[in-house]
């Protein structure tokens, strides 16, 4: 499992609560390579782009 894959299902795990959704996002940062960083950035913006509680987080993290 790469480290894309696995914080794909933190995020997911996580997402009912902003506060940790976006903590967990910031350190994805650290985790992914550059590469897998532009397919992070997509998978959230298509996974949670619409969900209220996660507008901030992506906006933080530049998406969208």
Do not use: C
């Given at each position: 499992m790469?480290?894309?894959e696995?914080t794909?299902?933190i995020?997911?795990?996580?997402s009912?609560?902003?506060r940790i959704?976006?903590?967990?996002l910031?350190?994805?940062?650290?985790?992914?390579?550059?590469?897998?960083?532009?397919?992070?950035?997509?998978?959230?913006?298509?996974?949670?782009?619409?969900?209220d509680k996660?507008?901030?987080s992506?906006t933080e993290f530049n998406?969208?």
């Open positions: 790469t480290m894309l696995y794909k299902i995020l997911e795990k996580v009912f609560d902003p959704f976006r903590k967990e910031r350190k994805s940062v650290n985790y992914v390579t550059k590469e897998e960083y532009g397919h992070l950035k997509a998978w959230v913006k298509q996974k949670f782009g619409k969900r996660t507008k901030t992506l998406v969208g």
